[in-house]
């Protein structure tokens, strides 16, 4: 497991709706309904890329505005991602030492990534196909990220980026250990039931 080094990304919006959880309030049985504003997404929005391992955070950074993420701007994010490698986790410096784990999307399994990968003896850690909801972005970094964001309004891509960058720096080295403890669970239970489908890991 501390070879492993997982990522994804996801879109961060200037405004998300809250969760109902959120925009509960205490209300007697005898007061009016509250008055809900139907409210959607912030247009305003910058995708996150990021990877992390069980000590935290290896490497993030945004995509700039209207760029593919295609085979050839991955190649140049995992080429970053061994530049941060090398630099915050120097015991993993030596071939074979780290291992990425990414989903199966055709900008993470081209030839040119493949042959990038091999060159430098870098393993791959492979994502089950049919299971995208138990990578470890998926079930943990992402709505622990959104949760604290959703419901406050930034308005423009600077500030959306210094507060997920920001919350992103709070969270623990724990917390990170924890996860991938969350994520060996998942496994155990989707041998246990036989690779069938099931949810709530």
């Known amino acids: 497991m501390g070879q492993i080094i997982t990522g994804d990304k996801t879109w961060v919006y200037g405004y998300d709706t809250e969760m109902k959880r959120q925009s509960s309030q205490w209300k007697s049985a005898d007061s009016p309904r509250p008055k809900k504003v139907c409210q959607v997404r912030s247009k305003v929005k910058v995708m996150l890329i990021v990877s992390f391992d069980m000590e935290g955070i290896v490497h993030y950074e945004y995509i700039p505005q209207g760029q593919t993420v295609n085979q050839q701007f991955y190649l140049q994010v995992l080429k970053r991602l061994r530049l941060a490698v090398s630099c915050k986790r120097p015991q993993k410096r030596a071939a074979g030492a780290w291992a990425p784990h990414h989903n199966n999307v055709p900008a993470h399994t081209a030839h040119s990534i493949q042959v990038f990968l091999a060159s430098h003896g870098i393993p791959?850690?492979?994502?089950?196909?049919?299971?995208?909801?138990?990578?470890?972005?998926?079930?943990w970094l992402f709505p622990q990220l959104k949760t604290v964001l959703k419901g406050k309004r930034f308005e423009d891509?600077?500030?959306?980026?210094?507060?997920?960058?920001?919350?992103?720096?709070?969270?623990?080295?724990?917390?990170?250990?924890?996860c991938f403890q969350q994520w060996q669970d998942c496994w155990k239970q989707c041998v246990s039931s036989q690779g069938e489908y099931f949810e709530n890991y």
Not at 124 to 139: E, I, K, R, T, W
Not at 157 to 178: P, R
């Open 124 to 139: 791959v850690f492979q994502q089950p196909p049919y299971y995208p909801d138990m990578a470890p972005c998926d079930f």
């Open 157 to 178: 891509i600077d500030a959306i980026k210094k507060n997920v960058t920001s919350t992103l720096n709070t969270i623990t080295k724990d917390s990170f250990k924890k």
